[in-house]
């Protein structure tokens, strides 16, 4: 099968518990526990399969933690901020107020 998904759209993954959308997701991700036998991921026609996680997350994907751990001292917030950061010139972060 083949999953296409453009840039703007929302869309659900659905289905019963051990179906595999975790899997999926962390695969997508980079999670090095997961090797691909047969298929690609594509970004914007970019085969990503060989880059790193942190490669993946500069070019824009963000796999959300189902059970975060905390980090104390570190909210949610500054932690979502520090992602945006992290892909924008080092000289100019995000606004706190657009943010
Ligand atoms: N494409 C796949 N091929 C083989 N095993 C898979 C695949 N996708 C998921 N699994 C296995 O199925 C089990 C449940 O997957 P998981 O991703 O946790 O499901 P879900 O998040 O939908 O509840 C895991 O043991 C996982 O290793
Ligand atoms: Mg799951």
């Given at each position: 099968m083949n999953?296409?998904?453009?840039?703007g759209e929302i869309h659900a993954i659905m289905g019963p518990n051990g179906t595999g959308k975790s899997t999926?997701?962390?695969?997508?991700m980079g999670n090095?526990?997961?090797h691909i036998?047969?298929?690609?991921?594509l970004l914007n026609g970019e085969s990503i399969i060989e880059m790193s996680v942190d490669?993946?997350?500069r070019k824009g994907l963000f796999l959300a933690m189902?059970?975060?751990?905390e980090v104390p001292g570190?909210?949610?917030a500054e932690f979502l901020r520090a992602a945006i950061n992290a892909r924008r010139p080092k000289n100019n972060p995000i606004l706190i107020m657009d943010f």
């Open positions: 999953l296409t998904l453009k840039t999926l997701s962390e695969t997508i090095p526990s997961y036998t047969e298929a690609d991921i490669e993946r997350a189902q059970y975060p751990a570190v909210t949610n």
